[in-house]
């Protein structure tokens, strides 16, 4: 069998940067490489260069024949690009095969992606967007067989945007209510820094407190992840809201006037991108700063970042 035959194969191909990864226009260059184990006829070795995304969820139905007919399904895909070329040709002239003895093999490619606004390499509950280089081999009255390899493609965003360098704030204050009347009220006002982070960065998040109640008021940091999956003209959605770090921060006591807490957050590093940019599958992140109260809803405020792959400075 075919399997048998061709031994180790890969494709390898050249990175510019420590994180791997492609953005549009980029050139794509490297080679395949193969062991065979005896001599093989082959047509061709050609490679295709895709990007696409696609969603799918499902809605009622659960056990049983019956209730499984009435689920619901949603589905959604996207072609951005899909490029074919050929590595290795039959010979025309001759209308004959390529005869590969037994042994090492290897090609070189060069591939260009291409210039659009493609969003980043995600893969989320309900949906994913994938970018792959493909190789298939092909031999006379046999099926192709394909080999996938999966690129991690980057959506760059212009980083000299004022608003990513500007600080971020926001404010909320609520009032506990006893069994005779209301205590104090309790505020809270938090700051970012700037509104652009990059994975693996460490966002500072300044709070300033007021605790007037008589309970103790816990903040509590997260980032927090929301997933969103639509169909065209999003006549269908899926949400998700996936909590990806956290920090929890001194208490504040009972008739505190005035507390101040700078709380350090890290991003993890292999946090995927913000994605905007494409029409069925959008990812969002926030700053949640809660402070827990027993007995009582949280006071919360929510601050939106972004997730980029360049650095940014804050003003």
């Not at 990175?15 to 193969?34: K, M, Q």
């Not at 184990?37 to 696409?52: C, D, P, V, Y």
């Not at 074919?84 to 590969?100: F, H, K, P, Y």
């Not at 008021?217 to 899926?238: D, E, I, S």
Request: proline share 5%; aromatic share 8%.
């Amino acid at each position: 069998m075919f399997q048998q035959t061709i031994k180790h194969f890969k494709i390898n191909y050249d990175v510019s940067n420590e994180n791997n990864s492609f953005s549009s226009g980029d050139l794509i260059t490297g080679h395949i490489s193969f062991d065979l184990t005896k001599e093989t006829k082959i047509t061709s070795i050609s490679m295709a260069l895709t990007g696409r995304a696609n969603v799918h969820w499902s809605t009622g139905g659960g056990g049983g024949r019956r209730r499984r007919r009435n689920r619901r399904h949603f589905t959604a895909k996207l072609d951005f690009f899909n490029f074919n070329s050929v590595i290795v040709q039959e010979d025309s002239a001759t209308g004959g095969t390529a005869r590969l003895q037994p042994g090492r093999h290897l090609y070189p490619f060069t591939c260009q992606l291409p210039q659009g606004d493609f969003p980043s390499t995600f893969r989320g509950v309900f949906g994913q967007i994938l970018y792959s280089l493909t190789v298939g081999i092909h031999r006379p009255w046999h099926m192709a067989k394909d080999f996938v390899t999966e690129l991690n493609f980057v959506h760059r965003i212009d980083t000299n945007q004022p608003e990513l360098h500007a600080p971020l704030s926001g404010s909320n204050s609520m009032t506990l209510c006893g069994l005779w009347c209301a205590s104090g009220p309790i505020t809270m006002t938090v700051s970012v820094e700037k509104k652009a982070f990059t994975p693996g960065e460490t966002v500072k998040i300044i709070c300033r407190f007021s605790n007037a109640s008589t309970r103790t008021a816990t903040p509590k940091v997260a980032l927090q992840q929301k997933q969103g999956f639509y169909t065209f003209n999003r006549t269908n959605q899926r949400m998700v809201t996936k909590k990806l770090a956290s920090v929890t921060g001194e208490p504040v006591s009972a008739h505190t006037p005035d507390a101040h807490a700078t709380i350090m957050l890290a991003i993890p590093t292999l946090t995927p991108l913000t994605i905007s940019n494409c029409s069925i599958i959008v990812v969002d992140y926030l700053i949640e700063v809660c402070l827990s109260v027993r007995a009582s809803s949280d006071l919360t405020v929510l601050v939106p970042i972004i997730l980029c792959d360049t650095p940014v400075n804050a003003c």
